[in-house]
């Protein structure tokens, strides 16, 4: 019961900010008047806030600030021991300062690294946090620029990139994480820049309690549904996540963001009804995925869950398995990837549902920005299909869904499921999956859920798994990399596409797209083909494991 | 000729177009062989990689032969034949249309006037020929020359004879009718195989056609799944292998072995999962849809226009002769003071009896019904004389002994009155304002015995008839989402009058062709498609504009060259069929689409334990149909996969049945019957087969 | 000059990337650790540090193995939760344990190196012996009497069907926990072999231990952190009777005392109730 109480606390608080909070986000993204910091920074880039880029140049802002994030990480990582505060760590191995700088640019991050043995404080809270703030912001730039598309009359231009990350990073992510960074302090994070202590424990051993900025990183970690942790074990660990209460603040977090730009779409479309719709897909979505991960995972089938009497290997006692369980659906189903439970060690089918969470897309909710573009793209191949059969020509918001938008939103959804399933196939064809710590349909979970978090741009992992090798850091930097910045880019040109295009009005014969009936039809569409895309990898993994 | 009556029905005649003989199928049998060759089936990439697959399959069969092997790579094949079996049956109907068109213009000969002889089909644009009695006219064009009473049966079915003449809007003639008498001399206005026949075969043959914008992006939406389906299954091959290597105990079975699944099941797995049935029927289902319009005796010019009629947001339709009939009628006799509705009623029966518009028969119509007033022949009328309607008095009358009456505009009959020594009252202009205030036409009736001033007697109420059941119509139109606009020449006063009469939206009064293309303009603006009907030559611009536009069969050839489809019928509330045909296409496609998807949620039931049940006991929990062995449930799936595509055949031609209603209820409604269904059916079907084919031996 | 406009792009973007990096990469942390010097914030802003006499002895949040230098457990202490990090509770190593919920087969080798339990086998060896030191029923399912996964490799003529011709016991050098299986007589394991990979069907065998364990669940698992600082009240309350025992104490006064330092749950519905093992133990060496 109390498990429940939890998810249900948690849905009534994000339905309760639904509306501040998205409204001030709205009045962020299309706001025209910058205060000092702002202008400054403009100043600094030396862009023009007034000028408008087309999906183009919007995309090539994207691209270029991604490429220096990139190589500029990869240059701190491969220097660290150059650097004040590397507290004698060596510096990264170059397929994993690859693998790196990748993944916390592409808002993944995967840690192919343990936190506490591999990264100085300068690099924690100077590279690696910078970019759990800009990718946060680019991701929400792009989705914003998508809206624009959508509720743009004949328009060659999207806005502003520079303007959206500069807006975003500083009056929507930059005070809550100060906010909330002190909260967090209280609760008993750590935030220093000590190297940590050595103390002797009551049975006469050693042990050195570390130190280090994770407060101030911790939260823009969930606000950004980055999911980097500070330490190897991410959440799980008492200075990453210290209380009950702040595992619950986390998922609030995480969720906060996601769950409010369906307002800021509906606001900026001009009907705060379609921004209802899209949240109620991603509520019905991620609902059912954490009540059925806690059900699983309270049931706790499988030999070992049954020879314990209960599953809670690589489980914390603070949290027990329903609000772990409920913290491992919502990290999967938002693309943040912070765990503070060990989803290697999950039931078999309880262990599936985060592998499914991010197979959907991330789109129930996603991650910040990305989930709402990708829920946009899936809410696209459903009106074209329902169109059809209600006798028009598919439109959504007033815009046609014609050949060009299909060829966008068609490649949009091949890419992920690509990435997923020919990393996973190479990985068993040159033998790679060997390094899986776990034999047969586990084992095999294990390289799936890989591929499935880089390629999602999760970044949580089943663990398990030895993944700091040239080819695994290789491979999975590719699947983060596409994974991300192809669909950026198909957004972006599904963006300027509609932004040409002139509204069609509504009428009778318009399909309505807030009604239930279509609310229920993107759940079927986002469920059905996922299912049909991944059922056979899946039957061979936790399926084959949890039916045995 | 076909212009509209009142008798028209104004429902949907009964298509022929669902029916499907097995005759049709035997005959379309050799084409669909034909459509085998792959530089054929390029054009359609799902089913080309199902051939693909059963050529493979047939090379593994051949290689290493089994009895499942063959029943497969049989089946494989049998999918491609169903597939090229629909769209031939379906170019078979149309070109049966298309072929009693195009007989006519075989073996014709064309005279020209320069006295050569040549084939019809050598005609070029411009040459001028001429035709006898007789005759049958070799070519679409205009008659420059001469008129004549020509037999259009051959492309309209209608077999009254209608008038063709040189100038006005009767001028245009087309390629194989038969002049029946008289002699014309007609300008050839059609490219050599551009006539409307020949595109309209065109659009019937599928190897020609152009796909539609919607066809092109339902295209891309199959070509991305059919990617991602044969992903997901070529990829499985190294995930089958590792479990099968880490499962020794498991045996081999004709699903999967030590090299993983076998090239059988692998082509069996991709064409159950890639979109086929869809796929198959697409193009069967848009030849099915123009050739349905072909029956409705209206000729598009491309696909798209059809299309777009289904999008269409305006509804631009002609007032008289679509909303109202022809002609106005008699209504009312309103005298008045201090004369009786009866002395009115004489006196405009006695200045119509010479009158033959249809308004003056109405006014005796009416005094006879109204008054019992019995019409006597203006010929055995003693001292009578009948005074015609000019343009310059505009009003007509007679002249009786001491007695002259005369009937008209109202400004015309007054100054008429004035200047005989009357002085029109106030109340006669009250009740000529009253019934152009209720969109009624007033006619004055005055008189003037000899030796008194002459004094109005009252007003004679003309109305324009609106047709019967429009208003429903309009109210059908409304729910499906479509904004009427009446297009008339009335005042507005009277326009909005029958508008509100026969329940239109919105009204376009004393429209020029300017207006009339104004409105368009400015509906398009608003991101709104509009489809209209049109006639004369000044109607061009406008259907050109036009997103829809149907010209009449009737009207001038720079009507027809101007908009995208052409109604044989000659009739204006055609327009409204043609909106549902083209919604009726479009619902098509998408059904078959759901239902093709949703179909592999059962086919994955049946597929997956048959191959991995093997090595993974615990998957045969997934075998919810119990399904005989792995051998009989892939065959099962790969049969139901290809039968349905015949099953759906005559859907396909027929067209998914379309009510009038709101999108809502349209979604709702279809969801249910093609995607719930789509879920169930294959259960039942895959089942159903599976207890046949257990009996096959080896299987 | 007016640069390409690619060029001009990326050094924009190379600038944009400096002025966030100096605001959010310095500004934002050092001014949050600056906050952290507050007096009520500084103290868990370095890490919750307890301090005895002068003598820092661990964090309140950080779990601590309460073992001798053998790695076996201290009687006089509360046992916390098996840890895989690093040698246990490392907080220079966290990690989980990572196996999987049918991980039941051991890897059997002369060299320890290339041993490798299951997580099964790991479950039932922790289960006997806390039995043991708390003097209690160690039996779990799909456990054999000596602590290992109860596994049978079991070759049927077919594969999977088909009569049993040989049955092994995998996890078993010494004597098969079970003498015959359906008339077959099993056999131990030999070190090195693969029995599955010889065509077996492994077969955990459920047994007849209570399917209620009386150790615990949280006794036998390890966490996800390895610095799991809290035990459930369950398993605190299996180990009073052994304190009591030590401390001359009488279990009333030790159950007292991990009421008082059980944590319930946050607002009465975070998380789940749970005791800080280090807190526990200092108070008891406090009395």
Known sequence: ?548 | MTTPTLEKPTTPSPVRAGTLDPHQLRHSLPQALAKLDPRTLWRNPVMLIVEVGAVFTTVLAVTDPSVFAWIITVWLWLTVLFANLAEAVAEGRGKAQAATLRQAKQDMTAYLRDGREIPATQLKLGDVVVVEAGQIIPGDGDVIEGIASVDESAITGESAPVIRESGGDRSAVTGGTRVLSDRIVVRITQKPGESFVDRMIALVEGANRQKTPNEIALNILLAALTIIFLLSVVTLQPLAIFSKAFQAAAPDTVALDANGVTGIVLVSLIVCLIPTTIGALLSAIGIAGMDRLVQRNVLAMSGRAVEAAGDVNTLLLDKTGTITLGNRQAAEFVPVDGVTAATLAEAAQLSSLADETPEGRSVVVLAKNDFGLRESEPGLMPNVTFVPFTAQTRMSGVDLPGRQIRKGAASAVMKWVRQNGGHPTEEAGEIVDTVSGTGGTPLVVAEQLDGQPARALGVIHLKDVVKAGMRERFDEMRRMGIRTVMITGDNPRTAKAIADEAGVDDFLAEATPEDKLAYIRREQEGGRLVAMTGDGTNDAPALAQADVGVAMNTGTSAAKEAGNMVDLDSDPTKLIEIVEIGKQLLITRGALTTFSITNDIAKYFAIIPAMFAAVYPGLDTLNVMRLHSPGSAILSAVIFNALVIVALIPLALRGVRYTPAGASSLLRRNLLIYGLGGVIAPFLGIKLIDLLVQFIPGI | MRLPSWLAQHIAALRALLVLTVLLGLAYPLAMVAVGRLPGLSDRADGSLITVADKTVGSRLIGQSFTDADGNPVPRYFQSRPSAAGDGYDPTSTSAGNLGPESIVDTLSDNPDDAAQSLLTQVCARSVAVGELEKVDGRRPFCTADGVGAVLAVFHRDGFTGPVTRVVSVNQTGTPFVATYQGVTVESARNGEDYRAMGAVITPIRGDAPADPVVPADAVTASASGLDPHISPAYADLQAPRIARERGLTEDQVRRLIEEHTDGRALGFLGEPAVNVLELNMALDGR
């Open chain 1, 1 to 548: 019961m109390a498990g429940w109480l939890f998810v249900i606390t948690l849905v009534l608080a994000l339905v309760a900010v639904y509306k501040p909070f998205g409204d001030y986000l709205y009045r962020v993204v299309s706001g025209t008047r910058d205060n000092v910091v702002e202008r400054g920074v403009y100043r600094l880039v030396g862009v023009d806030r007034n000028a408008a880029q087309t999906w183009g140049v919007y995309a090539r802002s994207v691209l270029a600030f991604s490429a220096v994030s990139i190589l500029f990480l990869y240059a701190f990582l491969r220097l660290q021991d150059k650097l004040w505060l590397s507290l004698g760590f060596d510096p990264l191995p170059g397929h994993l300062a690859w693998n790196t700088a990748v993944s916390f640019t592409t808002n993944t991050n995967w840690q192919a690294y343990s936190g506490e043995s591999t990264m100085g404080h300068l690099v924690q809270m100077a590279g690696l946090a910078v970019q759990n703030f800009v990718s946060a912001s680019v991701g929400i730039a792009v989705a914003v620029a998508l809206v624009r598309g959508f509720a743009a009359r004949k328009s060659a231009t999207l806005g502003n990139f520079w303007v959206d990350l500069t807006r975003i990073t500083l009056r929507v992510l930059l005070p809550v994480a100060v906010v909330f960074a002190v909260i967090f302090m209280a609760a008993g994070m750590v935030q220093n820049l000590s190297g940590g202590v050595d103390v002797t424990t009551l049975t006469g051993a050693t042990q050195h309690i570390t130190g280090g900025p994770v407060a101030s990183q911790e939260v823009i970690k969930e606000l950004g549904t980055n999911g980097g942790g500070f330490y190897n074990v991410n959440a799980a660990h008492p200075f990453e996540n210290p209380a009950t209460w702040t595992n619950w603040i986390q998922l609030f977090l995480i969720l906060l963001i996601p769950f409010s730009l369906p307002r800021v779409f509906g606001r900026m479309v001009g009907q705060n009804r379609q921004g209802y719709a899209i949240a109620a897909v991603m509520a019905i979505l991620a609902v059912a995925s954490v009540a059925l991960t806690i059900g699983l995972e309270v049931h706790g089938a499988g030999t070992v869950p049954q020879a314990v009497g209960a599953a809670m290997e690589g489980k914390e006692t603070r949290f027990g398995i329903p609000n772990s369980a409920a913290y491992a659906a919502i990290t999967t189903l938002t693309s943040t990837g912070s765990v503070n439970s060990f989803h290697d060690s999950y039931t078999a089918l309880g262990g599936m549902m985060p592998m499914i969470n991010m197979m959907l897309g991330e789109v129930a909710p996603g991650g910040v920005g990305a989930g709402l573009y990708g829920l946009l793209i899936l809410a696209v191949i459903t009106v074209f299909v329902a169109g059809l059969m209600v006798g028009r020509t598919p439109e959504y918001l007033g815009k046609k869904i014609g050949a060009r938008e299909m060829k966008i939103a068609s490649s949009y959804f091949l890419i992920t499921p690509a990435l997923v399933l020919i990393g996973t196939a190479a990985a068993f064809a040159t033998g790679n999956n060997a390094t899986a710590l776990n034999v047969g349909p586990h084992g095999l979970s294990e390289v799936l859920y890989a591929f499935t978090s880089a390629s999602n741009n999760n970044g949580s992992a089943f663990a398990g798994i030895t993944v700091n090798t040239p080819w695994w850091d290789t491979a999975l930097g590719l699947a983060m990399l596409l994974g991300r910045f192809l669909p950026i880019v198909l957004v972006l040109a599904l963006a300027g596409s509609l932004a040409r295009q002139k509204v069609t009005p509504e009428s009778e014969g318009t399909l309505p797209t807030h009604q239930p009936l279509f609310v229920g039809m993107v759940v079927g569409v986002t469920v059905v083909l996922v299912a049909l895309t991944f059922l056979p990898a899946l039957a061979l993994g936790p399926i084959a494991e949890g039916l045995s």
